[in-house]
Protein backbone atom coordinates (compact mmCIF):
# COMPACT_ATOMS: atom_id res chain seq x y z
CA UNK A 1 0.00 0.00 0.00
CA UNK A 2 0.98 3.79 -0.37
CA UNK A 3 1.95 6.09 1.89
CA UNK A 4 2.56 9.87 0.73
CA UNK A 5 5.02 11.87 3.08
CA UNK A 6 4.60 15.50 3.30
CA UNK A 7 6.69 18.48 3.85
CA UNK A 8 3.79 21.27 4.00
CA UNK A 9 4.22 24.89 3.31
CA UNK A 10 1.89 26.30 0.61
CA UNK A 11 4.18 28.07 -1.52
CA UNK A 12 1.98 30.19 -3.20
CA UNK A 13 1.93 32.30 0.29
CA UNK A 14 5.98 31.58 1.05
CA UNK A 15 6.88 32.57 -2.49
CA UNK A 16 4.92 36.53 -1.92
CA UNK A 17 5.81 37.09 1.63
CA UNK A 18 9.31 36.14 0.58
CA UNK A 19 9.63 38.62 -2.45
CA UNK A 20 8.02 41.00 -0.02
CA UNK A 21 10.30 40.85 2.12
CA UNK A 22 13.55 40.79 -0.21
CA UNK A 23 12.15 43.91 -1.58
CA UNK A 24 12.34 45.60 1.82
CA UNK A 25 16.26 44.42 2.10
CA UNK A 26 15.01 41.84 4.99
CA UNK A 27 17.61 39.60 5.56
CA UNK A 28 17.66 38.94 9.15
CA UNK A 29 17.19 35.83 10.21
CA UNK A 30 13.33 36.96 11.78
CA UNK A 31 12.51 37.61 8.35
CA UNK A 32 12.92 33.80 6.99
CA UNK A 33 10.11 33.09 9.88
CA UNK A 34 8.02 35.81 8.99
CA UNK A 35 8.12 34.25 5.41
CA UNK A 36 6.96 30.92 6.19
CA UNK A 37 4.16 31.64 8.72
CA UNK A 38 2.04 28.73 10.48
CA UNK A 39 -0.88 29.15 8.24
CA UNK A 40 1.48 28.11 5.20
CA UNK A 41 1.74 24.55 7.12
CA UNK A 42 -1.39 24.45 8.80
CA UNK A 43 -3.65 25.41 5.14
CA UNK A 44 -1.12 22.37 3.19
CA UNK A 45 -1.81 20.05 6.33
CA UNK A 46 -5.63 20.31 5.94
CA UNK A 47 -5.78 20.08 2.00
CA UNK A 48 -3.68 16.87 2.40
CA UNK A 49 -5.72 15.06 5.30
CA UNK A 50 -8.54 16.12 3.05
CA UNK A 51 -7.40 14.28 -0.05
CA UNK A 52 -6.41 11.23 2.08
CA UNK A 53 -9.96 11.14 3.53
CA UNK A 54 -11.50 11.23 -0.62
CA UNK A 55 -8.95 8.50 -1.57
CA UNK A 56 -8.26 6.43 1.26
CA UNK A 57 -4.26 6.66 0.73
CA UNK A 58 -3.16 7.47 4.49
CA UNK A 59 -0.29 10.17 4.79
CA UNK A 60 2.74 11.18 6.96
CA UNK A 61 2.73 14.96 7.51
CA UNK A 62 6.78 15.26 8.46
CA UNK A 63 8.36 17.81 11.09
CA UNK A 64 5.66 19.74 12.31
CA UNK A 65 6.49 22.99 13.62
CA UNK A 66 3.38 24.87 14.47
CA UNK A 67 0.93 24.34 17.45
CA UNK A 68 -1.70 25.26 14.40
CA UNK A 69 -1.08 22.25 12.49
CA UNK A 70 -1.43 20.25 15.63
CA UNK A 71 -4.70 21.40 15.79
CA UNK A 72 -5.99 20.60 12.44
CA UNK A 73 -3.87 17.15 12.43
CA UNK A 74 -5.75 16.37 15.76
CA UNK A 75 -8.92 17.66 14.30
CA UNK A 76 -8.63 15.36 11.18
CA UNK A 77 -7.71 11.61 13.19
CA UNK A 78 -11.10 12.56 15.39
CA UNK A 79 -12.89 13.08 11.68
CA UNK A 80 -11.18 9.56 10.91
CA UNK A 81 -8.63 10.00 7.98
CA UNK A 82 -6.06 7.47 8.53
CA UNK A 83 -3.25 10.37 8.99
CA UNK A 84 0.29 10.35 10.99
CA UNK A 85 2.18 12.81 12.08
CA UNK A 86 5.30 13.76 13.10
CA UNK A 87 7.63 16.60 15.11
CA UNK A 88 10.98 16.94 16.00
CA UNK A 89 12.94 17.93 18.77
CA UNK A 90 14.26 21.28 17.43
CA UNK A 91 10.55 22.82 17.13
CA UNK A 92 10.14 21.34 21.15
CA UNK A 93 12.96 22.83 22.88
CA UNK A 94 13.92 25.94 20.43
CA UNK A 95 12.53 29.47 19.12
CA UNK A 96 12.91 31.71 16.92
CA UNK A 97 14.78 33.83 19.01
CA UNK A 98 17.91 31.23 19.27
CA UNK A 99 21.27 33.47 19.25
CA UNK A 100 22.17 30.81 16.64
CA UNK A 101 20.56 33.22 14.02
CA UNK A 102 21.63 31.55 10.43
CA UNK A 103 22.62 28.66 11.41
CA UNK A 104 19.25 27.91 13.14
CA UNK A 105 17.85 28.16 9.55
CA UNK A 106 15.70 25.80 8.67
CA UNK A 107 11.87 24.69 6.59
CA UNK A 108 9.68 24.65 8.51
CA UNK A 109 10.91 27.53 10.54
CA UNK A 110 11.87 27.61 14.44
CA UNK A 111 8.28 29.02 16.16
CA UNK A 112 7.82 30.64 19.51
CA UNK A 113 7.25 29.55 22.58
CA UNK A 114 3.35 28.74 22.62
CA UNK A 115 4.13 26.67 19.82
CA UNK A 116 6.38 24.78 21.88
CA UNK A 117 4.20 24.18 24.78
CA UNK A 118 1.18 22.76 21.75
CA UNK A 119 3.49 20.64 19.70
CA UNK A 120 4.39 18.85 23.65
CA UNK A 121 0.59 18.56 24.49
CA UNK A 122 0.06 16.99 21.30
CA UNK A 123 3.05 14.39 21.51
CA UNK A 124 1.71 13.34 25.10
CA UNK A 125 -2.04 13.15 24.05
CA UNK A 126 -0.82 11.41 21.03
CA UNK A 127 -1.52 13.56 18.02
CA UNK A 128 1.83 13.15 17.15
CA UNK A 129 2.93 9.52 15.96
CA UNK A 130 6.67 9.74 16.02
CA UNK A 131 9.58 11.91 16.50
CA UNK A 132 12.24 12.45 13.91
CA UNK A 133 15.29 14.52 13.87
CA UNK A 134 15.13 15.77 10.53
CA UNK A 135 19.34 15.56 10.16
CA UNK A 136 20.42 17.96 7.78
CA UNK A 137 24.25 18.20 8.96
CA UNK A 138 25.52 21.16 6.82
CA UNK A 139 28.77 23.10 7.33
CA UNK A 140 28.83 26.73 9.22
CA UNK A 141 30.61 28.31 6.67
CA UNK A 142 28.13 27.15 3.98
CA UNK A 143 24.95 28.31 6.03
CA UNK A 144 26.71 31.49 6.86
CA UNK A 145 27.92 32.12 3.12
CA UNK A 146 24.33 30.88 2.14
CA UNK A 147 22.57 33.36 3.93
CA UNK A 148 18.48 33.59 4.73
CA UNK A 149 17.31 33.23 1.16
CA UNK A 150 19.31 31.26 -0.44
CA UNK A 151 21.25 27.59 -0.54
CA UNK A 152 19.49 24.22 1.56
CA UNK A 153 17.65 24.95 4.98
CA UNK A 154 18.05 22.51 7.72
CA UNK A 155 20.06 21.57 10.87
CA UNK A 156 21.64 18.56 12.36
CA UNK A 157 20.41 16.71 14.96
CA UNK A 158 19.94 13.25 14.79
CA UNK A 159 22.92 12.61 18.42
CA UNK A 160 21.10 15.22 20.34
CA UNK A 161 17.21 13.68 19.78
CA UNK A 162 17.59 11.15 23.06
CA UNK A 163 19.06 13.42 25.55
CA UNK A 164 16.82 16.70 24.63
CA UNK A 165 13.77 13.73 25.01
CA UNK A 166 14.93 13.13 28.12
CA UNK A 167 15.95 16.00 29.87
CA UNK A 168 12.61 17.97 28.07
CA UNK A 169 10.37 15.46 27.97
CA UNK A 170 10.82 12.36 30.38
CA UNK A 171 12.29 14.20 33.19
CA UNK A 172 9.82 17.69 33.30
CA UNK A 173 6.86 14.74 33.67
CA UNK A 174 5.56 16.06 29.94
CA UNK A 175 5.86 12.27 28.42
CA UNK A 176 6.61 9.15 30.28
CA UNK A 177 10.05 7.05 28.98
CA UNK A 178 7.83 3.82 27.41
CA UNK A 179 5.38 7.15 25.44
CA UNK A 180 9.71 8.22 24.30
CA UNK A 181 10.40 4.82 23.15
CA UNK A 182 6.89 4.25 21.31
CA UNK A 183 7.49 7.75 19.45
CA UNK A 184 11.25 6.90 18.62
CA UNK A 185 10.71 3.30 17.59
CA UNK A 186 7.61 1.15 17.79
CA UNK A 187 5.91 3.70 16.11
CA UNK A 188 7.62 4.35 13.12
CA UNK A 189 8.65 0.38 12.94
CA UNK A 190 4.43 -0.10 12.63
CA UNK A 191 3.67 2.88 10.41
CA UNK A 192 6.50 1.88 7.57
CA UNK A 193 5.28 -1.87 7.94
CA UNK A 194 8.53 -3.52 9.84
CA UNK A 195 7.02 -4.23 13.08
CA UNK A 196 7.96 -6.88 15.22
CA UNK A 197 11.36 -7.12 13.33
CA UNK A 198 12.37 -3.51 14.32
CA UNK A 199 10.47 -1.46 17.23
CA UNK A 200 9.71 -4.48 19.17
CA UNK A 201 12.27 -6.42 22.00
CA UNK A 202 10.65 -9.89 22.12
CA UNK A 203 11.15 -13.63 20.37
CA UNK A 204 12.29 -13.33 16.77
CA UNK A 205 12.97 -9.57 16.79
CA UNK A 206 16.05 -7.81 15.94
CA UNK A 207 18.00 -6.89 18.80
CA UNK A 208 18.19 -3.47 18.51
CA UNK A 209 19.15 -2.00 22.05
CA UNK A 210 20.30 1.35 23.34
CA UNK A 211 21.41 1.56 26.79
CA UNK A 212 20.68 4.75 28.48
CA UNK A 213 21.80 6.23 31.97
CA UNK A 214 18.65 8.89 32.58
CA UNK A 215 20.70 10.76 35.39
CA UNK A 216 23.80 11.15 33.48
CA UNK A 217 23.99 14.92 32.94
CA UNK A 218 26.20 16.18 30.33
CA UNK A 219 26.81 18.85 27.67
CA UNK A 220 25.70 19.22 23.82
CA UNK A 221 28.42 20.24 21.64
CA UNK A 222 29.20 19.84 18.16
CA UNK A 223 31.99 18.05 19.37
CA UNK A 224 30.42 15.26 21.39
CA UNK A 225 27.61 14.94 18.70
CA UNK A 226 29.08 13.09 16.07
CA UNK A 227 28.23 14.76 12.86
CA UNK A 228 29.10 15.91 9.45
CA UNK A 229 28.36 19.16 10.91
CA UNK A 230 30.92 21.52 12.89
CA UNK A 231 28.54 23.30 14.79
CA UNK A 232 25.39 22.50 16.84
CA UNK A 233 22.39 24.67 17.18
CA UNK A 234 22.28 23.08 20.98
CA UNK A 235 25.59 24.04 21.69
CA UNK A 236 26.11 24.53 25.54
CA UNK A 237 22.91 23.07 26.26
CA UNK A 238 22.87 21.14 29.48
CA UNK A 239 21.05 17.69 29.68
CA UNK A 240 20.22 14.73 31.38
CA UNK A 241 20.04 11.15 29.92
CA UNK A 242 22.31 9.54 28.18
CA UNK A 243 22.85 6.80 25.61
CA UNK A 244 25.80 4.29 27.14
CA UNK A 245 25.57 1.39 24.87
CA UNK A 246 24.32 0.56 21.62
CA UNK A 247 23.43 -2.83 19.92
CA UNK A 248 22.31 -3.41 16.55
CA UNK A 249 21.13 -6.88 15.77
CA UNK A 250 22.55 -7.81 19.54
CA UNK A 251 26.30 -6.42 18.38
CA UNK A 252 27.16 -3.78 20.26
CA UNK A 253 28.46 -0.99 17.49
CA UNK A 254 28.71 2.06 19.78
CA UNK A 255 29.48 2.70 23.18
CA UNK A 256 30.23 5.70 25.69
CA UNK A 257 29.86 8.21 22.32
CA UNK A 258 32.16 6.18 20.44
CA UNK A 259 31.72 3.93 18.12
CA UNK A 260 33.15 0.02 18.45
CA UNK A 261 32.20 -1.89 15.52
CA UNK A 262 35.28 -2.15 12.98
CA UNK A 263 32.79 -1.95 9.55
CA UNK A 264 29.59 -0.72 9.03
CA UNK A 265 27.19 -3.35 9.27
CA UNK A 266 23.63 -1.98 8.93
CA UNK A 267 21.28 -3.52 6.72
CA UNK A 268 18.39 -2.73 4.43
CA UNK A 269 15.10 -3.72 6.01
CA UNK A 270 12.13 -4.22 3.70
CA UNK A 271 8.53 -4.31 4.77
CA UNK A 272 7.07 -7.28 5.87
Known amino acids: PALVQAHCEQPEIITLLSDRLKSQGRND ?5 ESRPPITEAIHAYS ?22 ADVIRYLKQRGVKIYAETCPHYLTLTRDTPMGV ?22 DGTFDTIGSDHV ?29 MTEGVNRGRITIEQMVRLTSENPARIWGIYPRKGALSP ?17 SASNLKSRSDYSIYEGRKVKGKAEKTFLR ?12 ETPTGEYVYPL
Open 29 to 33: FLAWA
Open 250 to 261: GKLVAENGQMVA
Open 103 to 124: LARMSPPLRDEADIESLWRAVA
Open 137 to 165: PLKKKQKEEDGIWKGTPGVGGIGATLPLL
Open 48 to 69: LGLISQETGCPVYIVHVSAGET
Open 204 to 220: GSDADITIVNPQKEWVL
